[in-house]
Nanobody
């Protein structure tokens, strides 16, 4: 069955960095478009970034452009989200997703 397991969240000060990982199994990872979403308290889940199966095409929400980088290692079935210049408004639970499937999420808190 499809499994997506995120890790790498935590508490970081404004301006800091975190690198999220998502290990995938149960499907052909290398041919799957993958996305990172986030959901802040009291808000709807929103897409943060997406990447094509081969990694050649990436998309970002305007709010994270220039600060976040999505990447993947198809040999390791792993999706990444490098987050730099973090802001308090980036605080949320971050989820990786393949269409129709979600991981359990990892909490990112940006606070001084």
């Amino acid at each position: 069955q499809v499994q997506l397991v995120e890790s790498g969240g935590g508490l970081v000060q404004p301006g800091g960095s975190l690198n999220l990982s998502c290990v995938a199994s149960g499907f052909t990872f290398s041919s799957s478009t993958m996305r990172w979403y986030r959901q802040a308290p009291g808000k709807e889940r929103e897409v943060v970034a997406g990447i094509s199966g081969a990694g050649g095409m990436t998309t970002y929400a305007d709010s994270v452009k220039g600060r976040f980088t999505i990447s993947r290692d198809n040999a390791k079935n792993t999706l990444y989200l490098q987050m730099n210049g973090l802001k308090p408004e980036d605080t949320a639970v971050y989820y990786c997703s393949r269409i129709g499937y979600w991981g359990q999420g990892t909490q990112v808190t940006v606070s001084s």
